[in-house]
Protein backbone atom coordinates (compact mmCIF):
# COMPACT_ATOMS: atom_id res chain seq x y z
CA UNK A 1 0.00 0.00 0.00
CA UNK A 2 2.69 2.53 0.71
CA UNK A 3 4.57 1.66 -2.46
CA UNK A 4 1.48 2.97 -4.04
CA UNK A 5 1.06 6.23 -2.52
CA UNK A 6 4.88 6.61 -3.13
CA UNK A 7 3.95 6.02 -6.95
CA UNK A 8 0.77 8.69 -6.99
CA UNK A 9 2.75 11.28 -4.88
CA UNK A 10 5.67 10.87 -7.50
CA UNK A 11 3.10 10.79 -10.23
CA UNK A 12 2.01 14.25 -9.22
CA UNK A 13 5.01 16.01 -8.01
CA UNK A 14 6.43 15.13 -11.72
CA UNK A 15 2.49 16.30 -13.81
CA UNK A 16 2.68 19.60 -11.81
CA UNK A 17 5.66 21.30 -13.67
CA UNK A 18 3.63 20.20 -16.72
CA UNK A 19 0.34 21.30 -15.87
CA UNK A 20 2.11 24.84 -15.09
CA UNK A 21 3.30 24.96 -19.31
CA UNK A 22 -0.27 24.45 -20.44
CA UNK A 23 -1.54 26.95 -22.92
CA UNK A 24 -4.12 29.56 -20.80
CA UNK A 25 -7.54 29.83 -21.91
CA UNK A 26 -7.53 33.42 -23.06
CA UNK A 27 -9.59 33.10 -25.95
CA UNK A 28 -9.31 35.45 -29.27
CA UNK A 29 -12.35 37.20 -29.96
CA UNK A 30 -13.76 37.78 -33.63
CA UNK A 31 -12.85 41.24 -33.60
CA UNK A 32 -8.86 40.86 -33.00
CA UNK A 33 -8.98 38.02 -35.61
CA UNK A 34 -10.24 40.20 -38.33
CA UNK A 35 -7.81 42.67 -36.89
CA UNK A 36 -4.94 40.47 -37.57
CA UNK A 37 -5.72 39.22 -40.82
CA UNK A 38 -6.25 42.77 -42.21
CA UNK A 39 -2.58 43.61 -41.06
CA UNK A 40 -1.66 40.36 -42.63
CA UNK A 41 -3.43 41.61 -45.52
CA UNK A 42 -1.52 44.92 -45.55
CA UNK A 43 1.69 43.21 -45.43
CA UNK A 44 1.20 41.99 -48.51
CA UNK A 45 -0.70 38.11 -47.46
CA UNK A 46 -3.93 37.28 -49.46
CA UNK A 47 -5.79 34.56 -47.89
CA UNK A 48 -6.61 32.39 -50.58
CA UNK A 49 -4.83 33.44 -53.69
CA UNK A 50 -4.15 30.01 -54.48
CA UNK A 51 -0.65 30.04 -54.18
CA UNK A 52 0.24 27.26 -51.92
CA UNK A 53 3.51 26.33 -53.17
CA UNK A 54 4.60 29.58 -51.37
CA UNK A 55 2.47 29.54 -48.46
CA UNK A 56 5.32 28.86 -45.68
CA UNK A 57 6.91 31.41 -46.46
CA UNK A 58 4.38 34.68 -47.60
CA UNK A 59 2.84 33.88 -44.18
CA UNK A 60 6.06 34.47 -42.21
CA UNK A 61 7.02 36.89 -44.34
CA UNK A 62 3.72 38.96 -43.83
CA UNK A 63 3.87 37.89 -39.97
CA UNK A 64 7.48 39.63 -39.53
CA UNK A 65 6.57 42.52 -41.45
CA UNK A 66 3.79 43.37 -38.86
CA UNK A 67 5.76 42.21 -35.93
CA UNK A 68 8.33 44.92 -37.15
CA UNK A 69 5.53 47.20 -37.78
CA UNK A 70 4.13 46.28 -34.27
CA UNK A 71 7.64 47.25 -32.70
CA UNK A 72 8.48 43.56 -32.57
CA UNK A 73 6.19 42.57 -29.65
CA UNK A 74 4.49 39.65 -30.92
CA UNK A 75 3.71 35.70 -28.87
CA UNK A 76 6.07 34.41 -31.58
CA UNK A 77 9.15 34.34 -29.50
CA UNK A 78 12.46 36.74 -29.10
CA UNK A 79 14.78 38.53 -31.33
CA UNK A 80 17.57 36.11 -32.07
CA UNK A 81 20.93 37.35 -32.39
CA UNK A 82 23.90 35.05 -32.55
CA UNK A 83 25.25 32.85 -34.90
CA UNK A 84 24.93 29.12 -35.38
CA UNK A 85 27.11 26.40 -36.30
CA UNK A 86 25.25 24.30 -38.24
CA UNK A 87 27.44 21.70 -40.40
CA UNK A 88 30.13 21.70 -38.17
CA UNK A 89 31.10 17.93 -37.88
CA UNK A 90 30.40 17.25 -34.44
CA UNK A 91 34.00 14.94 -34.12
CA UNK A 92 37.25 15.79 -35.43
CA UNK A 93 38.89 14.27 -37.97
CA UNK A 94 41.40 12.92 -36.20
CA UNK A 95 39.19 11.25 -33.95
CA UNK A 96 36.82 10.10 -37.26
CA UNK A 97 39.32 8.61 -38.88
CA UNK A 98 40.49 6.34 -35.46
CA UNK A 99 36.86 5.42 -35.56
CA UNK A 100 36.02 4.13 -38.69
CA UNK A 101 39.31 3.86 -40.86
CA UNK A 102 40.12 0.62 -41.34
CA UNK A 103 44.07 -0.89 -41.56
Do not use: C
Not at 60 to 81: F, I, L, P, T
Amino acid sequence: MKSLIHAVVVAAALAAPVMSFAQSNASVTRAQVRAELVQLEKAGYHVGDGDNAHYPEAIQAAEAKVASQNGGASGYGGVVSGSSEAGRPAVSKADWNAMYSHP
